[in-house]
């Protein structure tokens, strides 16, 4: 008769690494789907360069992105209940902060974070959707990881490296791919783009 069972959702746990434009997204579209417990995990400031793409807007600038968005989401979903944890990710054992039983998200756009980040989740046994926006919100890649189960991400980059199985999505030659996005203009519609991506994954 629903979409969702509210009652397996209200008990869920869910950890999100990074709560940049695809984490904060993300964040809200969980936290409106009912999901009853969220973790936030990031270490950054909102800066002004953030809010074209970003959930939270300049009356926030200058806030950890984690306490921004937490604030949006409990407003969006009082019954909710949300950690906003401002940690660097880097750090040797955050292990001990994620609820057993519970999922995690992670939406770090950097390649040596998300490669700890599923070392450690690999070593503690615990399963992760990794999310990433591409050519500039035109794209993403969307992949879980269930430890032995799926392919690791370091595995998926040794695949990858082979030339197996992957769908190469080239530069566009009309648009060329921003090398260092979050400091260049924004594309038209790529905000947009991030909402589709965060709601798909």
Same mark, same amino acid.
């Given at each position: ?7 397996? +959702?209200? @008990?869920?746990? =869910? ?24 973790? +936030?995990? /990031? ?14 807007? !300049?009356?926030? +600038? %200058? ?25 660097? +990710? ?9 609820? @057993?039983? #519970? =999922? ?6 950097? /390649?040596? =974070? ?16 990794? !999310?990433?926006?591409?050519?500039? %919100? ?6 879980? !990881?269930?430890?032995?189960? @799926? ?5 998926? #980059?040794?695949?990858?490296? /082979? ?10 030659? !009309? ?17 947009? @783009? ?8």
């Amino acid at each position: 008769s629903t979409r969702a069972d509210f009652r397996v +959702l209200k @008990d869920s746990h =869910l950890n999100i690494f990074g709560v940049g434009a695809i984490g904060s997204e993300i964040a809200d579209c969980i936290a409106k789907a009912g999901v009853g417990n969220i973790s +936030l995990f /990031d270490n950054q400031q909102l800066n002004a360069h953030n809010v074209i793409r970003h959930l939270a807007g !300049v009356e926030m +600038l %200058g806030q950890s992105k984690v306490n921004a968005v937490a604030e949006i989401i409990q407003n969006h979903n009082h019954y909710i209940k949300v950690r906003p944890l401002e940690l660097n +990710l880097f750090c040797p054992d955050y292990n001990h902060l994620l609820w @057993d039983g #519970s =999922l995690t998200v992670s939406s770090v756009a950097d /390649d040596y =974070l998300e490669g700890y980040i599923n070392q450690q989740m690999v070593i503690s046994n615990r399963p992760i959707f990794y !999310v990433r926006a591409l050519r500039g %919100g035109k794209a993403a890649r969307i992949f879980r !990881v269930i430890p032995g189960i @799926d392919a690791c991400f370091y595995c998926l #980059s040794l695949y990858r490296r /082979d030339k197996k199985l992957f769908i190469e999505i080239p530069d566009d030659p !009309v648009f060329p791919t921003l090398r260092n996005e979050c400091n260049n203009p924004i594309r038209p519609g790529s905000a947009a @783009d991030l909402k589709f991506i965060a709601s798909f994954a």
